[in-house]
């Protein structure tokens, strides 16, 4: 098994991001301008976990760097899952927001969400035009 390294998003990470945002079916983070966009956006620390040279997983969170960080993105490529690549990026990413707190909604990981430690609570995701 290869080693995987986790380092901060690089620009030149865009398009591999992209590609992976498309093997997930996340088709808002498909192209390579607004992944980048997302990754470099005020507030934004991304991490990549990479590895054999290819980009395997990524994180994004937003944080105001003192008390309260969300974390917006973790992905991991399918044939790269369970060994401990998303905590990994989940751990950088919010060591790197430099807050006291990180929140996030999730439709379909929360075991993996609650095996870290955390304090469950109900949230909302609204739209421009509501």
């Known amino acids: 098994m290869a080693t995987v390294d986790i ?10 991001i992209a590609r992976l945002s498309t093997t997930v079916q996340w088709p808002s983070l498909t192209d390579p301008a607004v992944v980048e966009r997302v990754c470099t956006a005020p507030g934004a620390v991304a991490y990549v976990a990479e ?3 290819r980009v395997v997983g990524w994180a994004q969170a937003l944080g105001d760097g003192v008390l309260q960080s969300h974390l917006g993105f973790v992905a991991v490529h399918p044939g790269a899952r369970r060994r401990g690549i998303a ?20 439709d379909s990981a929360d075991g993996f969400y609650e095996s870290f430690a955390h304090k469950r609570m109900s949230g909302y995701r609204i739209y421009p035009g509501a």
Do not use: K, N
């Not at 990994?88 to 909604?105: E, K, N, P, S, Y």
């Open 7 to 16: 380092r901060p998003f690089e620009r030149r990470d865009a398009a591999e």
């Open 51 to 53: 590895e054999d040279g």
């Open 87 to 106: 905590r990994l990026l989940v751990v950088a990413t919010f060591q790197a927001t430099r807050t006291l707190r990180m929140d996030l909604i999730t």
